[in-house]
């Protein structure tokens, strides 16, 4: 079976989107655009959600819980066969990653929208991805090569690796199932938890350790993989802003990023596509020391981000549109036409927050039904919004109600125009972590660019 | 007597403790889940568990009973 589906017309006739909330209204939204029939699946949870009747058809395919719904590909599959869909896009977490997802997709006849699943495969395993950016010369930080077996193991490894280390789940993602240890103490009970979540929540217990920098900034990059071979890359998102290990705010480019570290990352992210042969839309991640503006492969996520939007703000590229123009066989539209230089151009600055379903203090999860729901608008504003007034926030899904990006000629007007937006985005009926981003927007620290994978930790300690 | 309740809408995840187990203050009872958070239900006074009324898998409004400890 060939790894990717055959060139077929220039443009996809239809394409089933397998996820849901606002990933899946902005991937309809795009599709619907260019003419592609969009078909959204949903779980019994998101009936009333604004993506189900933005669709062109809408497939039920079962309970809430994520097992029963979004990751049953079982019925996923079903619901393509039963509307003629031509393609499958997976937006971000659920099956995106999911290698095997993808191959049973293009068994079935269908076109995946992604890379091919071997690059899947191979940068899904977080071990098996720094050994191959490690031979590639891209640079990664100390750490293990193999899976840790046991907590003895690991303190081994710590002892050559240095202190403090970052010990993950090597089929993890989306920050989930990591913890830093500073001693063999600490090192012993973060293995111990990194393993139950890793089984639970990917279902594969394999563990990897990293030497962790501090002070540091996490910095990635957008890169496009073009029908022939090329990489291109798209600018970086600093993405410093988070808390549990999870992304609350990102912006472009990064305030501690200069032209020379920025042509070395980039340069660097090209190579890694290139090495497993990049398809698509990707992103690869890096650890930037904020000390020495050294910088270190994290991991490379084979799918779209949810911070993209703010990469197509300053690009005037609409990624979701790429990615299906790469999917029907076609190439891109990147500048005027297919892209010669391989430098894409950027304009001004832009900033996402994600505005979340949880208390703006402590970050705990506040499910409930949405009473009211306000957003910005004006200049350089864009809302990508899951939900509208009267949905039902349930405790099944991830807490994102919306992201607000915001555009601006520089940092300092796009920074302003974030102010007054959060101020006027009103939802009421749960708590939700606005607060937390006008406090993030007036403190010093995000204000002058300086800040680290920490600031959360000082804003709210 | 001490009933531990429900916090919020939430997944039963793991059920740590059982029915007749002698608790410590801070002790594990239930590991809940929502929107992709472990929310760990602790004992808030040493204690028996009388009564256990969560089963994994079961999902909980707030204020729904989760645990007696005498």
């Known amino acids: 079976m060939p790894d990717t589906a055959e060139p077929g017309p220039a443009v996809l006739e239809s394409v089933l989107v397998a996820n849901r909330g606002e990933i899946a209204r902005r991937v309809i939204a795009t599709a619907r655009r260019m003419g592609i029939r969009a078909i959204a699946v949903y779980s019994e949870?998101?009936?009333?959600?604004?993506?189900?009747r933005e669709a062109d058809e809408a497939v039920l395919i079962g309970p809430p819980p994520p097992a029963r719904s979004?990751?049953?590909a079982g019925a996923i599959l079903r619901a393509a066969r039963d509307t003629g869909a031509r393609a499958v896009h997976p937006g971000y977490g659920f099956l995106s990653e999911n290698g095997l997802f993808a191959r049973t997709v293009i068994d079935a006849g269908l076109a995946w929208v992604g890379p091919p699943p071997s690059a899947i495969e191979q940068m899904g395993d977080k071990i098996s991805a720094r050994n191959l950016m490690a031979a590639a010369g891209v640079p990664v930080a100390p750490g293990t090569t193999e899976p840790v077996n046991d907590a003895g193991e690991a303190v081994a490894a710590a002892a050559f690796i240095g202190y403090p280390v970052m010990v993950k789940a090597a089929a993890g993602g989306g920050g989930i199932g990591m913890s830093a240890a500073a001693d063999p103490e600490q090192l012993v009970a973060a293995f111990e938890t990194a393993r139950s979540r890793a089984e639970r929540f990917f279902g594969n217990p394999a563990i990897l350790l990293e030497r962790y920098v501090a002070p540091a900034r996490h910095v990635?990059?957008?890169?496009?993989?073009?029908?022939?071979?090329?990489?291109?890359?798209?600018?970086e998102r600093d993405c410093s802003v988070q808390r549990r290990h999870q992304k609350v705010a990102e912006e472009t480019p990064s305030p501690g990023v200069g032209p020379a570290l920025r042509a070395r990352m980039q340069e660097a992210a090209v190579r890694a596509g290139e090495t497993v042969g990049y398809l698509g839309a990707g992103t690869v991640e890096f650890l930037v020391d904020a000390r020495t503006a050294d910088f270190t492969f994290l991991e490379m996520n084979t799918r779209l981000q949810v911070e993209h939007p703010v990469t197509e703000m300053v690009t005037g590229i609409d990624l979701v549109e790429q990615q299906l123009r790469i999917a029907a066989g076609g190439d891109v539209s990147v500048g005027a036409g297919p892209c010669a230089t391989g430098r894409v151009p950027a304009s001004g600055h832009a900033i996402e927050l994600r505005v979340y379903a949880e208390d703006p203090d402590r970050f705990l999860p506040s499910p409930g039904t949405i009473t009211g729901w306000t957003e910005p608008s004006g200049e350089g504003i864009r809302v990508d919004a899951g939900y509208e007034a009267g949905n039902q926030v349930t405790q099944f899904y991830d807490p994102l109600l919306a992201k607000l990006c915001v555009w601006g000629p520089d940092r300092d007007e796009a920074l302003r125009r974030a102010r007054d937006a959060v101020a006027s985005f009103r939802i009421t009926g749960l708590k939700t972590n606005l607060a937390f981003h006008a406090d993030l927007l007036d403190s010093e620290e995000f204000s002058d660019g300086g800040y680290d994978t920490l600031v959360v930790s000082r804003l709210r300690p | 007597m001490a009933e531990v309740r429900a916090e919020m809408v939430a997944n039963v995840w793991k059920v740590v403790t059982a029915e007749g187990e002698e608790v410590s203050d801070g002790a594990t009872l239930v590991i809940l889940e929502s929107m992709k958070m472990e929310i760990p239900v602790l004992?808030?006074?040493?204690?028996?568990?009388?009564?256990?009324?969560?089963?994994?898998?079961?999902?909980?409004?707030?204020?729904?009973?989760?645990?007696i400890i005498e």
């Open chain 2, 43 to 67: 004992a808030e006074g040493p204690g028996t568990v009388t009564k256990l009324a969560v089963a994994e898998g079961d999902v909980i409004q707030e204020g729904d009973l989760i645990a």
């Open chain 1, 45 to 52: 949870a998101d009936a009333g959600l604004p993506f189900v």
């Open chain 1, 70 to 72: 979004y990751l049953d």
């Open chain 1, 220 to 235: 990635e990059v957008q890169i496009l993989g073009l029908p022939g071979g090329r990489v291109l890359a798209l600018g």
